[in-house]
């Protein structure tokens, strides 16, 4: 899955599109990694996010191309 659309579906970043321009600014970063929107997600992955006053980081646990709001933190763990 593309990393714009995993960050949208878990609810990470709101829309789509910001997720977008985010990566495009180099404010998303994978695996110690700046990442394109292209990227492809996979388990395991460190997603750090590097939005507001501190960073986010997370690591992906299970990637699905649907996720309700009850269920969406399940993806994903925080790390820091």
Do not use: F
């Amino acid at each position: 899955m593309r990393l714009d659309k995993y960050l949208k579906i878990t609810r990470l970043i709101k829309r789509r599109t910001i997720a977008n321009e985010a990566c495009d600014a180099g404010r998303i970063s994978v695996n110690g990694k700046v990442q394109r929107a292209s990227y492809d997600v996979k388990e395991n992955d460190i997603i750090e996010i590097n939005l507001g006053t501190r960073p986010l980081k997370v690591r992906v646990l299970k990637v699905s191309e649907y996720a309700t709001k009850e269920n969406a933190s399940t993806h994903y763990v925080v790390v820091e």
